[in-house]
């Protein structure tokens, strides 16, 4: 990312800080094909297979890291590639879905006009994190943090 600490950064982490919701392991439902899904994590992943039953799976679980778990123990079922532009585009597609469907978040992420967003990694390691976020590396921000784009494409859009 090549971006300075100073500027105005809004970074989120776990569920249960400040700015949690902007993440897909946030409790938020979203409603897709006559199905509720708890989270936007539990949907974004069962998108990645075209198998019902897989899909149902990962639906019924209670808890988004739970979810993520079961689409990791059928990866050899997945048709999507991870990171791929069609994998982004699902990415999108869930996050546009989970703020069209709920209007005190997108209330929020409007809120956030001009901010930089970032999904703050920390220190967990593997190329998924630094393709999906970001961390923070002598004052300067490393990583793709596609899931910070999604946010702030989203966001700009809602404000045209």
Same mark, same amino acid.
């Given at each position: 990312m090549g971006m300075k600490k100073e500027n105005e950064v809004v970074e989120f982490t776990k569920v249960g800080l400040e700015y949690g919701w902007l993440g897909n392991m946030f409790s938020s439902s979203i409603q897709e094909g006559g199905k509720m899904w708890?989270?936007?994590?539990? #949907?974004?992943?069962? &998108?990645?297979? %075209?198998?019902?039953?897989? /899909?149902?799976?990962?639906?019924?679980e209670k808890s988004p890291?739970?979810? &993520? +778990? *079961?689409?990791? *123990? %059928?990866?050899?079922?997945? !048709? !999507?590639?991870? +990171?791929?532009?069609?994998?982004v585009e699902i990415m999108r597609s869930v996050v546009k879905m989970k703020f069209d469907q709920n209007p005190v978040l997108k209330s929020r992420l409007k809120s956030l006009k001009g901010k930089v967003i970032v999904e703050n990694i920390g220190s967990r390691k593997g190329e998924r994190?630094?393709?999906?976020?970001?961390?923070? !590396?002598?004052?300067?921000?490393?990583?793709? %943090?596609?899931?910070?784009?999604? #946010?702030?494409? #989203?966001?700009?859009?809602? #404000? /045209?």
């Open positions: 708890l989270t936007s994590e539990a #949907l974004f992943q069962s &998108k990645r297979f %075209n198998d019902p039953g897989i /899909k149902e799976i990962i639906r019924m890291m739970g979810a &993520k +778990m *079961k689409a990791k *123990k %059928n990866k050899d079922h997945m !048709v !999507v590639v991870p +990171m791929s532009e069609e994998d994190h630094l393709f999906w976020g970001a961390r923070l !590396v002598n004052s300067e921000w490393e990583g793709q %943090n596609m899931m910070g784009r999604i #946010l702030m494409d #989203l966001r700009d859009e809602y #404000l /045209k």
